[in-house]
């Protein structure tokens, strides 16, 4: 089972120009539509006097919560070719934004999705591009005599992390990568007296 996924660690710029026109392109790690919201309001304040501001977003480690738009140019000449370089790199939970300056010069469909396309691969050529493991959460509740053996199969598992909460009763929280849920989760269960709950 594939539980990784591609993504960027912080914003990157690109550029390119094509008979006059320039286009700005920038990528953004985002986590949900709301954060891309927010950066495209951004993003017209600050270029308000551009002509276009075209972008595509894809969403979540399973890369099928997606949209695109032309802002203006010809249906499939922007958003499209955006998308496209999104795929090409196979990344998920980022933004691209390419905005255009109008140089005088119409560039014709070919051209504008050559442009778009080659501005938002810039802008994904200059990000740091970095793998990451899609995550289960796992809630235990267990009483302290149990503690040791919990620990025990804890320390079995790279990568595990866990907040705790030892008040009344011992509480944690599990944070692991899905391809090893399955397996601790059953470890778990087997110690006698351990609540295992996945939220």
Not at 79 to 100: F, H, K, M, Y
Not at 150 to 168: I, Y
């Amino acid at each position: 089972m594939d539980d990784t996924y591609k993504t960027v660690t912080e914003p990157a710029e690109g550029y390119v120009t094509e008979k006059k026109s320039k286009f700005i392109s920038h990528i953004f790690p985002v986590k949900n539509a709301d954060e891309v919201k927010d950066i495209l309001e951004e993003h017209r304040k600050k270029y308000y006097d551009a002509r276009h501001v075209c972008w595509a977003y894809m969403l979540g480690w399973e890369r099928n919560d997606f949209r695109l738009n032309d802002d203006g140019e010809p249906s499939g000449t922007a958003g499209r070719p955006i998308l496209g370089q999104i795929n090409s790199a196979e990344l998920t939970d980022v933004l691209i934004t390419v905005v255009r300056y109008f140089g005088g010069t119409l560039l014709g469909t070919g051209g504008l999705i050559k442009a778009y396309k080659e501005a938002a691969a810039d802008a994904i050529a200059n990000a740091e591009i970095v793998e990451k493991t899609v995550d289960d959460v796992i809630e235990i509740a267990f009483d302290y005599t149990l503690l040791n053996e919990v620990m025990r199969v804890l320390k079995q598992f790279d990568g595990v992390k866990w907040t705790q909460d030892f008040t009344e009763s011992c509480r944690m929280c599990l944070e692991i990568r899905r391809a090893l849920s399955l397996q601790l989760t059953n470890m778990l269960t087997s110690i006698y007296g351990v609540e295992v709950n996945h939220p």
